[in-house]
C-alpha cells in the first residue's frame, strides 16, 4: 500500500522526466549512471540539494507562486522537495485545458479504436522502463519513505507487473464507467 510520501515522490519523478529540459546523465555514488530523462538524482538529493517541481498545464511546465516543503523522513526535517501548493487564484490555466478538450475526452478508444493499441504499447514501454531502470526508483522511493532497499524494489516490481499485465487486455478498461 503506498504511502503520500511514496505519492509525492512518484509526483516528483514523474514531473521531473522532462526529457526536453535535460537529456544528461547524471552521475551517482551508489550507481554508474542515472536514467537519462530525468533531472532528479535520488543519491544527491538533500537539503543544500532539493528538488523544485512544477505543475504540467497545456503542456508546458509552471512554476506557482507557493511551496509546500517535504521534509527528508530520514535527517530531522531537512527540507528536500519542494512541491507546488496552487492556489485558487492560479487556476485559470487549468480551467481553460479543462474546457478545450471535448467532452468525450482526447484519447477516446471508442472514436478511434487504435488507442487501445497505442495505450497498450505506452504502458508496455512504461513497464519495461521500470525494469530497466528499477534501481534508479527503487532509490528514488527510498528518499521520502524510510524503507529498506528490498521494500522499495518490490514496490517497483509490483508496480511494473501491473503494467504488464494492463499493456495486454486491460487498456479496454479504459473506456468503461466504475
Not at 19 to 32: D, G, N
Not at 39 to 55: A, E, H, M, R, V
Not at 113 to 126: C, F, T
Not at 131 to 143: E, L, N, Q, S
Request: charged share 20%; net charge positive; aromatic share 8%.
Amino acid at each position: 500500500q503506498s504511502t503520500w510520501g511514496e505519492l509525492v515522490l512518484g509526483i516528483a519523478i514523474m514531473l521531473s522526466l522532462r526529457s526536453s529540459v535535460s537529456r544528461r546523465l547524471i552521475h551517482s555514488s551508489t550507481r554508474a549512471l542515472s536514467p537519462c530523462y530525468t533531472t532528479f538524482d535520488p543519491n544527491t538529493l538533500s537539503g543544500k540539494n532539493p528538488i523544485t517541481l512544477q505543475n504540467l498545464v497545456g503542456g508546458k511546465w509552471t512554476p506557482t507562486t507557493s511551496y509546500t516543503n517535504i521534509p527528508d523522513p530520514m535527517k530531522d526535517g531537512e527540507i528536500i522537495v519542494h512541491a507546488p501548493e496552487t492556489s485558487e487564484a492560479e487556476l485559470t490555466p487549468f480551467i481553460e485545458s479543462i474546457n478545450s478538450c471535448p467532452k468525450t475526452g482526447l484519447h477516446n478508444p471508442f472514436k478511434n479504436v487504435d488507442r487501445y493499441v497505442m495505450l497498450g504499447e505506452v504502458s508496455h514501454k512504461a513497464a519495461n522502463m521500470l525494469g530497466r531502470d528499477a534501481d534508479f526508483f527503487a532509490r528514488a522511493i527510498m528518499r521520502v519513505m524510510p524503507k529498506s532497499y528490498a521494500q522499495a524494489l518490490g514496490e517497483v516490481k509490483v508496480t511494473q507487473q501491473f503494467l504488464k499485465n494492463f499493456a495486454g487486455d486491460n487498456v479496454r478498461f479504459l473506456a468503461r464507467d466504475f
